[in-house]
């Protein structure tokens, strides 16, 4: 602009003749396509045979030898009969409901083992319902302020599962952290208000912070703030599997992975 | 001048080869065009895709290794059928022989073990990726439920799986696991009853699971995968950068 208005012959700019409702602004500069594309896509196009059947081929010899060293080396677990009569201590369902199992421990098991998976698989099967914008299709993350709101709720979930077992165990398992148990002392509550209802609660407080916290900071689209919420998901499925299979021992307390007897495979 | 007939052309231009082979060596696009649309396994594929379709970084095959160890867990699961009894009595015991008496029955159920975790894992990590790129939006939102059906199903295959070796490990990990589906709310106890079809896991649980494992939940699978698998196709393909 300074340049412009110096130059001879041109009329310098005077402030305020611009009627200032109808300036465009630049928002943001997009890297993209011309608009006038040829017709033919031959260019981005590649033939099926070979360029992908080699890639599927590979992956496949390169999975099968990989599947097949293991299976060489590593046998799969097979302990003693089934025996109805004696009861592991502890008891562990298959790794991938270690994460349920772990809920378990800290809520009613209605709630734990089935409202809140049922919740989050149809919460899931929904996204595309509510997340209709075509925009950041085919980018991971979508773009770079995607990426570190990935990595903001990636840490965020760690610090905070993490933080709310340890917190729930130290204070007394299964008693909301000492709210539940308070409550049915002196308010003569049920179990369905602490193992239920607190619960509940006391579970969504820590998304309408991470939500929340995201909203302030990044000044997200309704994408964003879904990755934000996949992201919890995803993390929190995965510490919760960690805890369950490598640090629940003897009754389900908390121990060291080195200390715990096979029970899981 | 001809050319002098290597034994290679006679089979090829057999009247047997030419029956069912109705195209040339894929080295010309027409041949590689033909070989993918006259062939009923590759004519899941286009004949073109997009050159971002083939980046081994955007899908990291998880999809693909996904169904793929499904095809090694059929194929796995049918050599282990020829031995395995669904029986609470001789269950145990049919497991000790795969293992000790039948040749590579070793092998067979720990590729079928170790695929069946890695399939939970892959179908997973494939739900991830597919979230990450965005590429469940519109057209694609109902491939994005099946695929959430298929997650479900895949954990359903790997459950009714895990009882079927009759060890402790086995019957423990399913106790728990049919009492945390017991404990829903309202129908928690018919679900349980279902599950199990006694008071506690027995031998109508064991052929209740295996029914599930070897028929009920593959055929389940492989129908959602036909329609997820086409699905893409009809959506225009794999999604990519607009």
Redesign the interface.
């Known amino acids: 602009m300074a340049e412009l208005a110096e130059r001879p012959g041109l009329p310098a700019p005077t402030p305020g003749s611009i009627d200032e409702a109808k300036r465009q602004k630049l928002l943001e500069l997009v890297r993209g396509r011309a608009l006038a594309r040829p017709t033919d896509l031959a260019e ?10 080699v ?2 081929a590979v ?2 010899v390169v ?2 030898a990989i ?2 060293a ?3 080396l ?11 009569n ?3 201590n502890p ?7 270690l994460n ?2 772990e809920l ?1 421990l800290h809520m ?3 709630l ?4 809140v998976p049922t919740v989050a ?1 149809v919460a ?2 929904a ?3 509510f ?12 773009s770079s302020k995607g990426r570190r709101i ?1 990595a903001f709720a990636t840490v965020y979930s760690i610090v905070v599962v993490v933080g709310m077992i340890l917190v729930d165990e130290k204070i007394g398992r299964g008693t909301q952290f000492g709210i539940g148990s308070y409550m049915m002392d002196h308010w003569g509550a049920t179990e369905f208000m602490t193992g239920v209802i607190l619960s509940t609660i006391i579970m969504l407080i820590p998304i309408f912070i991470l939500v929340g916290i995201v909203k302030a900071i990044f000044r997200p689209t309704r ?1 964003e703030i879904i ?1 934000a919420l ?1 992201t919890g998901f ?1 993390v929190t ?1 995965w510490v919760l599997t960690m805890f369950g299979t490598s640090f629940r021992g003897h009754g389900q307390d908390l121990t060291w992975p080195w200390n715990l007897p096979l ?3 | 001048m001809r050319r002098e007939q290597t034994l290679a052309d006679r089979i090829t231009g057999s009247a047997l080869w030419r029956s069912f082979v109705r195209h040339g060596y ?1 080295d010309t ?1 027409r041949n ?2 033909l ?2 649309a006259s062939n009923v396994f ?1 004519h899941i ?10 980046k ?1 970084t ?1 899908t990291f ?1 998880l999809g ?2 996904s169904f ?2 499904f095809l ?1 867990l059929t194929m796995t699961g049918i050599l282990l059928m020829f031995y395995y009894i669904p029986s ?1 009595t001789q269950a ?1 015991q049919s ?2 022989d795969i ?1 000790s008496s039948v040749t590579f029955g ?2 067979m ?7 069946a ?2 399939m ?1 894992i892959s179908v ?1 990590l494939h ?2 990726r597919v ?8 057209p ?2 109902f491939n ?2 099946v695929g ?1 059906l298929l ?2 199903v895949t ?1 359903l295959l ?2 009714s799986g ?1 009882l079927l ?9 399913i ?3 049919t ?3 017991g ?3 309202i129908i ?1 106890p018919q679900v349980n009853k279902i599950l199990l079809g006694d008071f ?2 027995a031998q109508s649980t064991l052929i209740r699971f295996y029914t599930l494992h070897v028929i009920f939940l593959p055929l389940a699978a492989a129908f959602l995968m036909a329609v997820h698998f086409w699905r893409i196709r009809k959506d225009g393909g794999i ?4």
């Open positions: 981005d196009e590649v033939m099926v045979w070979p360029s992908l059947v890639v599927e992956s496949a999975f099968t599947l097949f293991l299976s060489v590593v046998n799969g677990p097979l302990l003693d009969r089934a025996n109805p004696q009861t592991p008891s562990k369902a298959p790794w991938y409901f349920l199992q378990l009613d098991a209605g734990a083992g089935v409202i698989l899931i099967a996204i595309p319902y997340d209709r914008s075509p925009l950041g299709v085919g980018i991971l993350g979508t990935i994408r990755i996949f995803f499925y029970t899981h495979g | 894929p696009q590689q065009a070989i993918i590759l594929h286009p004949v073109k895709i997009k050159r971002y379709a083939t081994v955007y095959c693909g290794l793929f160890m090694v609470s145990y497991m000790l293992q070793q092998l159920r720990n590729m079928h073990r170790w695929a975790q890695g939970v997973f739900m991830a979230f990450y790129t965005g590429s469940y939006k519109p694609r939102e994005w439920v959430v997650l479900v954990f790997s459950f895990y070796p009759w060890d402790q490990l086995a019957y423990w990990a106790t728990v696991g009492n945390i589906g404990a829903a709310p928690g506690q896991i999604s990519g950068p607009l």
